[in-house]
């Protein structure tokens, strides 16, 4: 595991925290998994690879791609739309929070942090999720790839498509995730990066970058932002 984030750990003060969603927030695993089921299910097809936990994370079209063996578009059309219907009516209901980020959010933003999403996840379902869990409040700005056509082409750009928006400066803001994409990206926006260890991202110890850091819980990560 990487080095738990402490007070003596090296990042300067920001205002602003960014999040991922997936892995880092909730446990969406069990939901999207199924829907990915669903949809090829009654499209008639088998999956060309297992599905499960290794796949939640990228793009809804990579993801489908990668799952079908096959880039046809039509044959993509078909599964996305079937899994829309299943994952944005009550797939997305079976979402639930990691223990303690609910009140980690909450201290993050009565300490005057302000907060953002920068999300893989289609920005319809993530507004869902963030209703049903009941911090839509706490987030000032929700960003997806597909919140503007054409969609953005990584995370990396919606971040700084964020920040430009935003008008933040680099300087004042850390993003936190779960998964190396989520490290390179704050990387090619000149901002610090927190992983957080409590989710089901890909970071191990040999995918750390010696100037990330890491939090084992969402009440290390308050601490180290908002103080004690």
Same mark, same amino acid.
């Given at each position: 595991?990487?080095?738990?984030?402490?007070?003596?750990?090296?990042?300067?003060?920001?205002?602003?925290?960014?999040? %991922?969603?997936?892995?880092?927030?909730?446990?969406?695993?069990? /939901?999207? !998994?199924?829907? #990915?089921?669903?949809?090829?299910?009654?499209?008639?097809?088998?999956?060309?690879?297992?599905?499960?936990?290794?796949?939640?994370?990228?793009? !809804?079209?990579?993801?489908?791609?990668?799952?079908? @063996?096959?880039?046809?578009?039509?044959?993509?059309?078909?599964?996305?739309?079937?899994?829309?219907?299943?994952?944005?009516?009550?797939? #997305?209901?079976?979402?639930?929070?990691?223990?303690?980020?609910?009140?980690? !959010?909450?201290?993050?933003?009565?300490?005057?942090?302000?907060?953002?999403?920068?999300? =893989?996840?289609?920005?319809?379902?993530?507004?869902?999720?963030?209703?049903?869990?009941?911090?839509?409040?706490?987030?000032?700005?929700?960003?997806?790839? %597909?919140?503007?056509?054409?969609? !953005?082409?990584?995370?990396?750009?919606?971040?700084?498509?964020?920040?430009?928006?935003?008008?933040?400066?680099?300087?004042?803001?850390? #993003?936190? @995730?779960?998964?190396?994409?989520?490290?390179?990206?704050?990387?090619? =926006?000149?901002?610090?990066?927190?992983?957080?260890?409590?989710? #089901?991202?890909?970071?191990?110890? @040999? %995918?750390?970058?010696?100037?990330?850091?890491? /939090?084992?819980?969402?009440?290390?990560?308050?601490?180290?932002?908002?103080?004690?």
């Amino acid at each position: 595991m990487p080095p738990l984030l402490t007070r003596d750990t090296a990042m300067p003060a920001c205002r602003h925290v960014l999040f %991922d969603l997936d892995g880092t927030l909730i446990d969406s695993a069990p /939901a999207i !998994l199924a829907s #990915y089921r669903e949809a090829f299910a009654g499209a008639g097809l088998a999956p060309a690879r297992a599905i499960d936990a290794s796949i939640v994370g990228p793009p !809804l079209a990579e993801t489908l791609q990668m799952l079908a @063996g096959s880039g046809d578009p039509a044959l993509l059309t078909v599964l996305a739309e079937r899994f829309k219907a299943s994952y944005d009516t009550t797939g #997305y209901l079976q979402t639930a929070a990691y223990a303690g980020i609910g009140d980690m !959010l909450a201290r993050l933003a009565a300490s005057g942090l302000r907060l953002a999403i920068a999300t =893989n996840k289609r920005l319809h379902p993530t507004r869902l999720i963030l209703q049903h869990l009941g911090w839509a409040h706490h987030f000032e700005a929700v960003y997806a790839l %597909d919140m503007c056509e054409p969609r !953005l082409p990584d995370k990396a750009a919606m971040i700084a498509r964020l920040l430009a928006d935003r008008g933040i400066a680099h300087e004042d803001a850390v #993003y936190v @995730g779960d998964r190396v994409e989520d490290g390179r990206s704050a990387d090619t =926006n000149r901002l610090p990066f927190i992983a957080a260890t409590w989710g #089901y991202g890909s970071l191990d110890a @040999g %995918d750390m970058a010696p100037h990330w850091h890491a /939090a084992a819980s969402p009440a290390a990560l308050a601490a180290r932002l908002a103080g004690a």
